[in-house]
């Protein structure tokens, strides 16, 4: 196996750049689905991920903004809310 004699770029600010290359991060909107409303989010109109995996990541985005999240799935989809910092 042969590798290229060019260096890896070094990252000077890695949180940005990770946060860049998150996919759902930018596919939907956080700043207005974590504004403190309570908001009923409806699978298949509201987001494409299963409800299981975007409970994970809305959990995930809280921590990173330092705001507690809180959640409930219901039968169509999943209640979110901010309530306020960690």
Excluded: C
């Amino acid at each position: 196996m042969v590798y290229s004699q060019i260096m890896a770029e070094i990252i000077t600010d890695p949180e940005t750049e990770f946060r860049r290359y998150t996919r759902t991060t930018g596919k939907y909107p956080w700043d207005e689905w974590l504004d403190g409303q309570a908001r009923h989010l409806h699978e298949g109109q509201d987001y494409a991920n299963t409800t299981k995996s975007l409970r994970t990541v809305a959990y995930r985005i809280g921590k990173e903004r330092g705001i507690r999240v809180r959640t409930r799935v219901t039968a169509d989809g999943l209640l979110i809310q901010a309530t306020g910092p960690i």
